[in-house]
């Protein structure tokens, strides 16, 4: 769980910089690294980028109702819209949530009426502009 820890907060972190850290002899550590990788424990090692450098300047969430026979037309028609990041199926009063990145609200505005709301099947949608955030460590990750 140390090693999981470690590597959330930094992923670039080199292997004799976390076995020193950790108190585990580097090709010991590796070998963990490399196990944990290959039961899928570990998916991937990425960056975190501020996407407001990016010129996203609104995120939302659009919660969605959908005739349930076009489920996977829909579902495909999302995923080539560039600007949805991600499609989640969800219980309550809505099918799908899709989360939405934008430079501004005209643009989300734009993104909201002339792309998901043309997607045949859609029957209606709510969307919540994104005010702040704050992320917290999964409680596995907690020391």
């Not at 959908?66 to 969800?90: N, W, Y």
């Not at 005209?106 to 909201?112: D, G, K, N, R, S």
């Amino acid at each position: 769980m140390k090693l999981l820890f470690e590597l959330t907060r930094d992923g670039s972190i080199s292997v004799p910089t976390l076995s020193k850290k950790l108190g585990i002899n580097a090709s010991v550590l590796y070998s963990r690294i490399k196990r944990l990788m290959k039961k899928k424990l570990i998916k991937k090692f990425t960056v975190v980028i501020d996407d407001s450098l990016l010129g996203i300047g609104v995120k939302a969430s659009v919660g969605i109702n959908r005739d349930p026979k076009q489920k996977d037309a829909i579902h495909k028609l999302f995923m080539e819209i560039p600007e949805v990041v991600s499609i989640s199926e969800v219980t309550g009063r809505f099918d799908i949530i899709i989360k939405v990145y934008a430079k501004d609200l005209e643009a989300l505005h734009t993104i909201v009426i002339e792309k998901i709301g043309k997607v045949p099947g859609i029957q209606n949608s709510e969307t919540f502009v994104e005010l702040q955030k704050t992320d917290k460590d999964p409680v596995y990750l907690i020391q």
